[in-house]
């Protein structure tokens, strides 16, 4: 079982950034493919990134390709999203996901979530 905490969350100008982080408890980190997920008021919960159990390889969603990077910290049992140039559209609660077995774009294979943290771009 592990457990996730996001932060990094607030309140930023559009053409900001901010750096999201989550922090997993449990010995089996390095275990997991994780993933970012973000779900707008009154909106289906969306893929955002993934990242391999290694931090190799990446996938992102086309609205955020070249603005979010993924990446990973497996000796501090902690995954990032660096986002740049935020938009006034990027406005969400952001979860980290993980799962064992291959990367997936769903969130319904995602066995283990946050709480979320809330990221809100101003325009």
């Known amino acids: 079982q592990v457990q996730l905490v996001e932060a990094g969350g607030g309140l930023v100008q559009a053409g900001g950034s901010l750096r999201l982080s989550c922090a997993a408890s449990?010995?089996?980190?390095?275990?997991?493919?994780m993933a970012w997920f973000r779900q707008a008021p009154g909106k289906e919960r969306e893929f955002v990134a993934a990242?391999?159990?290694?931090?190799?390889?990446?996938s992102y969603a086309d609205s955020v390709k070249g603005r979010f990077t993924a990446s990973r910290d497996n000796a501090k049992n902690t995954v990032y999203l660096q986002m740049h140039n935020l938009k006034p559209e990027d406005t969400a609660v952001y979860y980290c996901?993980?799962?064992?077995?291959?990367?997936?774009?769903?969130?319904?294979?995602?066995?283990?979530w946050g709480q979320g943290t809330q990221v809100t771009v101003s325009s």
């Open positions: 996901a993980g799962k064992y077995g291959g990367s997936s774009l769903h969130a319904g294979e995602y066995d283990h």
């Open positions: 990242i391999s159990r290694d931090g190799a390889k990446t």
């Open positions: 449990g010995r089996t980190f390095s275990n997991y493919i």
